[in-house]
């Protein structure tokens, strides 16, 4: 008799044993889960961050992009104005 007293202590023993570890992988896994959870919110915080600077360079690109154009119709207006007075210039000299 008492060596089934015997195999049920060490069985609940065992099983004690087994449910502390549960808990404490449970315990652990919670606190990973929490620190890649902050991580993750980090992580989308900056990505978003992230977004909205490209979004930002995008736009400043395109206006950069349509100033160039208009100093580049504007220094050909020019050009096109000093050839002009050149040609004017040539003709008084000539004459």
């Given at each position: 008799?008492?060596?089934?007293?015997?195999?049920?202590?060490?069985?609940l023993?065992?099983?004690?044993?087994?449910?502390?570890?549960?808990?404490?992988?449970?315990?652990?896994?919670?606190?990973?889960?929490?620190?890649?959870?902050?991580?993750?919110?980090?992580?989308?915080?900056?990505?978003?961050?992230a977004?909205?600077?490209?979004?930002e360079?995008?736009?400043?690109?395109?206006a950069?992009?349509k100033?160039?154009?208009?100093?580049?119709?504007?220094?050909?207006?020019?050009?096109?104005?000093?050839?002009k007075?050149?040609?004017?210039m040539?003709?008084?000299?000539?004459?």
């Amino acid at each position: 008799m008492e060596s089934g007293r015997e195999d049920g202590s060490e069985f609940l023993a065992s099983l004690e044993e087994r449910i502390v570890k549960a808990v404490e992988l449970v315990a652990s896994l919670r606190t990973e889960k929490a620190a890649l959870d902050s991580r993750l919110e980090s992580t989308l915080s900056e990505k978003a961050a992230a977004e909205q600077a490209l979004a930002e360079a995008r736009e400043e690109a395109a206006a950069l992009r349509k100033e160039i154009d208009s100093l580049k119709a504007e220094r050909k207006q020019v050009r096109a104005r000093v050839e002009k007075l050149l040609g004017q210039m040539d003709l008084l000299s000539a004459g």
